[in-house]
Structures are given as C-alpha cells and as structure tokens.
C-alpha cells in the first residue's frame, strides 16, 4: 500500500515545484516600484502569513478522507451556501490564474522579443485556444513535461543566485525605499502582490492522503518548502537590488535583465528560456486541470450537469469551451502585475473560509482523532484571517470586486441550482 506513497523528499520537492513559477521571474521589479529595498521584509512577511494559512488547511485536512479542499470544508463548517460559493470561487480562481500565466508568458516572450509587442493579445489568444483544442482532443500532460518544467524553473534561478551574489553593490541597497521616502500603503499593495509567487502551497494540503506517514510529514512539510521558497525569494530579491539598484523598478522582466548585466546574451537567455519553459509548462498543465474543477462541480450536484458531458475522447469539452472564454477575458483585461494582484485577492475567498472552518472544526469535531494539533489552538487561524482581512482592505474597490467579484456571481447560480434541483425533484416524485 505505501509504495506508491510519497516520502518526505518527494513532497518537499512537490510543495516546491507547486509554488515556485512565474511570479518570481516577473515581479521582483513591481515590488521595487512600491517598496524599493525593503521589498525582502515584504517577502518575510508572506511568508509567515503563507505558513499560518498553509498550517490551517493542512490541519482541515486531517478530518476529512474523500477529496473537496476548501469547498469541503466550507461546507461541513458553513453549510450549503457557503459550501457552493468556495467551490465555485475554487474554479474561477484557477481561472484567474490561468489567464495570469498566459500574460505572464506573452510579457516575458516580449521581453525576450520586443518585436512581438503588438501582438501581445493576439500571442495570448492563440496560448489560450490552442491549449482548449489540445485538450478538446484528449491531450494529457504527461510526467516528462513536469520533470522538464521542475528543471527548467530551478536551474537559471540557482545559478543567477550563484554567479549574481558576487556582482552584488552595497551602495545599490541606499535608499530603503524609493526616492528615500515611505508611500501610505505600499506594504500592503506589495505584500498582496508578492503574495501571488506564493501561491499554490495549497497543493500540499490536498495532496496529504498520498503521503507516507502524512500525520507527521505534512506540518514538516509545510513549514520547510516555505521556509525554503521564501529563503530562495529573498535571496534573488537581494540579488536583483544588489545587481541593478534603483533601476530594478523599471525592469520588465528583472532576473533577466540582472543576469545579462552579468552574463551577458549567454545569461538572458538562460533566464528568458526558463521563464518561458517555466510558464509554459506550467500553463498547459492548468489549461488541464482549470475546466476539471468545473466537471468537480457538477459531479457534486452543485452546477449544471452539461459542465460534465465529454466527448468521444473522454475530454469534458463544455467545461473546457467556457473556462477557455472566461481566461481568455480575463486575460485580455490586464497587465501581469494588474492579474497576480487579482489572482491573489483571489484566493483568499478560499483561504479565509478554510482558516475560520478550523476554528469550527475544533469544537465540531473535537472527539474525533486528529493527525496533529495546531500549536496555540484558534491562535493561527485567528491570526492568519485578521492579517488577510487587513490586507484586503488596503487594496483598491475596483481589484477587491474584480478579484472577489466570484462570490457575488455565485449568489445567483446558487439560487438557480436550487430552483433546479426542487424542480427536479418534484418531476421524480409525480412519475
């Protein structure tokens, strides 16, 4: 039974590759623009935020044994309408995320290739459509591509820390912040937007019932990978201060642009191949996995069951049709700096249920055996939703509706799923 289980090593590495993408590539320079400098104590600051929320839901997940993540949490804690507004929040985040590497692709294309700039929505488009018809037609992402994809973001980003550490200018550190002087807000606007390259640290928590000896292994885990990724994130942000001082704010794409000025054409275009293969790779495999968290959906009985229907190739082509029309206005919409802020206010309508559904859980459910207890008991939950509330707040009306804007379409879809399913159930009962 516990041969196809994963070690310890094996989940590290999978926490890893989940989180580090293109956000470390491409937004080491907007975070320059806001904070300058003191944009590592931003990163610190994610992190620590990142690790109370991972440790909630690794700890949500230890009383349940069918998959659901935050939906099902939700609704065992909340009930039926909070359960259905996380789920279907749950698909337009990866949505979101979705459209936000395919921009993330087209601005680091363009970076490599300034060309191409007038055909940024046009090099988009073709991402988008040409993954939906690739999966319309059965196409499976395959093992060699994650192996390839797992590299190819690892090896530019050591070797820039490696060689980079050396070409570092003390002087390049002064001022701490830019222009010398502190701007209201700034903090809370870099930290939502460096929140994004620390995404995907949920994986680990669903992930929990392929782990050797998860009761012990998960809470390790969680706490190394961010401790690691965060480490390696501060590293590279010291890095690319240290190489291009003040000028990093204006950097399109900031590793890149570092490395030739120490490498030369040799070092750009390491980094430009590993931000693309990086993207890339991990795009095709969302362009995969976003539509199933549709057909999730509707095998739950909480959306249409026509989001379900699948073709001659097993492919669920309703559901792969309407995620691929929704990415592709979302990402037409924004810059990648606009879309990883969205994509990150995103995924608190998933984190802040989970954390409060912990709080629930421990009076709910607390005779029932637990794989470990969280120290301090409500502490980190409490902690973690008050400091994600803050954050929310700082942002502006118009990215916290767009980013949450989910929740308000849900309220009526819910209304006419149930409409649907009384219906239903009344023409079952008169024949």
Same mark, same amino acid.
């Given at each position: 039974?516990?041969?196809?289980?994963?070690?310890?090593?094996?989940?590290?590495?999978?926490?890893?590759?989940?989180?580090?993408?293109?956000?470390?590539?491409?937004?080491?320079?907007?975070?320059?623009?806001?904070?300058?400098?003191?944009?590592?104590?931003?990163?610190?600051?994610?992190?620590?935020?990142?690790?109370?929320?991972?440790?909630?839901?690794?700890?949500?997940?230890?009383?349940?044994?069918?998959?659901?993540?935050?939906?099902?949490?939700?609704?065992?804690?909340?009930?039926?309408?909070?359960?259905?507004?996380?789920?279907?929040?749950?698909?337009?985040?990866?949505?979101?995320?979705?459209?936000?590497?395919?921009?993330?692709?087209?601005?680091?294309?363009?970076?490599?290739?300034?060309?191409?700039?007038?055909?940024?929505?046009?090099?988009?488009?073709?991402?988008?459509?040409?993954?939906?018809?690739?999966?319309?037609?059965?196409?499976?992402?395959?093992?060699?591509?994650?192996?390839?994809?797992?590299?190819? !973001?690892?090896?530019?980003?050591? *070797?820039?820390? @490696? $060689?980079? +550490?050396?070409? /570092?200018?003390?002087?390049? %550190?002064?001022? &701490?912040?830019?222009?010398?002087?502190?701007?209201?807000?700034?903090?809370?606007?870099?930290?939502?937007?460096?929140?994004?390259?620390?995404?995907?640290?949920?994986?680990?928590?669903?992930?929990?019932?392929?782990? !050797?000896?998860?009761?012990?292994? *998960?809470?390790? @885990? $969680?706490? +190394?990978?961010? /401790?690691?990724?965060?480490? %390696?994130?501060? &590293?590279?942000?010291?890095?690319?201060?240290?190489?291009?001082?003040?000028?990093?704010?204006?950097?399109?794409?900031?590793?890149?642009?570092?490395?030739?000025?120490?490498?030369?054409?040799?070092?750009?275009?390491?980094?430009?191949?590993?931000?693309? *293969?990086?993207?890339?790779?991990?795009?095709?495999?969302?362009?995969?996995?976003?539509?199933?968290?549709?057909?999730?959906?509707?095998?739950?009985?909480?959306?249409?069951?026509?989001?379900?229907?699948?073709?001659?190739?097993?492919?669920?082509?309703?559901?792969?049709?309407?995620?691929?029309?929704?990415?592709?206005?979302?990402?037409?919409?924004?810059?990648?700096?606009?879309?990883?802020?969205?994509?990150?206010?995103?995924?608190?309508?998933?984190?802040?249920?989970?954390?409060?559904?912990?709080?629930?859980?421990?009076?709910?459910?607390?005779?029932?055996?637990?794989?470990?207890?969280?120290?301090?008991?409500?502490?980190?939950?409490?902690?973690?939703?008050?400091?994600?509330?803050?954050?929310?707040?700082?942002?502006?009306?118009?990215?916290?509706?767009?980013?949450?804007?989910?929740?308000?379409?849900?309220?009526?879809?819910?209304?006419?799923?149930?409409?649907?399913?009384?219906?239903?159930?009344?023409?079952?009962?008169?024949?």
């Amino acid at each position: 039974m516990n041969k196809n289980k994963l070690g310890m090593g094996s989940v590290l590495l999978l926490g890893i590759n989940g989180i580090i993408g293109s956000g470390i590539f491409l937004l080491p320079n907007q975070a320059a623009k806001l904070m300058g400098t003191a944009s590592i104590f931003v990163l610190i600051f994610d992190a620590l935020l990142v690790i109370s929320i991972a440790l909630c839901f690794a700890q949500a997940a230890t009383y349940f044994d069918k998959d659901g993540g935050p939906y099902l949490y939700a609704q065992d804690a909340f009930g039926e309408f909070i359960g259905f507004e996380v789920g279907f929040v749950t698909w337009a985040v990866r949505m979101i995320a979705e459209a936000t590497m395919a921009v993330a692709f087209e601005t680091a294309l363009i970076a490599t290739f300034p060309s191409a700039e007038p055909y940024k929505n046009l090099i988009i488009s073709v991402l988008i459509i040409g993954l939906a018809i690739m999966n319309i037609l059965g196409a499976q992402v395959s093992k060699v591509v994650n192996n390839i994809i797992t590299v190819s !973001k690892l090896l530019p980003l050591v *070797l820039f820390v @490696a $060689i980079g +550490i050396f070409f /570092i200018h003390q002087n390049n %550190f002064t001022p &701490l912040f830019p222009h010398g002087t502190y701007q209201k807000g700034a903090f809370a606007q870099a930290a939502i937007l460096m929140f994004y390259a620390f995404t995907g640290f949920e994986g680990l928590a669903v992930a929990a019932g392929d782990m !050797k000896n998860a009761k012990q292994n *998960l809470p390790k @885990a $969680i706490i +190394i990978v961010i /401790i690691c990724v965060a480490s %390696f994130y501060i &590293l590279i942000q010291i890095v690319t201060t240290g190489i291009l001082g003040s000028s990093l704010a204006q950097a399109n794409a900031p590793i890149q642009t570092a490395f030739a000025h120490i490498a030369g054409q040799f070092g750009k275009a390491l980094v430009a191949a590993g931000t693309l *293969l990086s993207t890339g790779g991990l795009l095709v495999a969302s362009s995969y996995i976003t539509p199933r968290s549709g057909v999730a959906l509707a095998e739950s009985g909480i959306m249409p069951p026509l989001l379900k229907k699948r073709n001659r190739y097993n492919a669920p082509w309703v559901s792969i049709i309407i995620s691929m029309i929704i990415t592709l206005l979302i990402a037409w919409s924004g810059t990648f700096g606009f879309l990883a802020q969205i994509s990150a206010i995103s995924r608190f309508a998933q984190y802040i249920p989970t954390c409060l559904a912990v709080i629930v859980f421990a009076h709910t459910k607390k005779r029932q055996p637990q794989s470990f207890h969280l120290i301090g008991g409500p502490v980190i939950p409490i902690i973690a939703v008050l400091v994600s509330v803050w954050l929310l707040f700082q942002v502006n009306t118009q990215q916290l509706l767009i980013g949450l804007g989910a929740l308000l379409v849900a309220i009526p879809l819910y209304l006419i799923m149930k409409a649907y399913l009384i219906w239903g159930h009344k023409n079952k009962q008169s024949l």
